[in-house]
């Protein structure tokens, strides 16, 4: 399909470029701009059909929590490429802190680590995968 696309560009880009004379030549017995259009529909419905299951897939809201001492928690993770992350919000006590958000992830596998006051943690409360400094917990999202 791929193949297919970049073809049907090039005739866009080649028909754009040099515009539709009388008398231009033909695809498949069809003037270039019919056949493009045809083409374009037929790739459009192939589409629609792959990605029709696309939207039963639903985020989900996934509720992750830090407690201890901490100025700043930061979940970090697979889930956006251990880019940005996800900054936690405090909720003091008299005798530790918590820190909580919520993840909006597709169901899948998602490898985490806790960034507190710039240092990596683990959660005691979920799965660890790995040792040493590569270990990350594991969250899984149904």
């Not at 193949?3 to 009388?22: F, M, P």
């Not at 809201?61 to 919000?89: N, R």
């Not at 006590?93 to 998602?110: D, N, Q, V």
Request: hydrophobic share 40%; no cysteine; aromatic share 8%.
């Amino acid at each position: 399909m791929e193949l297919e696309l970049q073809a049907l560009v090039t005739l866009a880009e080649e028909v754009a470029r040099y515009g539709i004379n009388d008398g231009s030549r033909k695809v498949n017995g069809r003037y270039i701009h019919s056949h493009l259009a045809l083409r374009l529909e037929e790739l459009h419905q192939k589409l629609l059909e792959q990605i029709k299951g696309v939207d039963a897939i639903q985020f989900r809201e996934v509720p992750l929590v830090w407690y201890g001492m901490a100025e700043d928690v930061k979940v970090m993770g697979s889930f956006d490429g251990w880019i940005h992350g996800e900054q936690m919000s405090p909720e003091s006590t008299a005798s530790f802190t918590k820190f909580s958000t919520i993840l909006k992830l597709l169901p899948g596998r998602y490898e985490i680590k806790f960034l507190v006051d710039g240092e990596w943690r683990l959660s005691p409360d979920l799965h660890i995968l790995g040792e040493g400094p590569l270990a990350n917990n594991l969250l899984v999202v149904e």
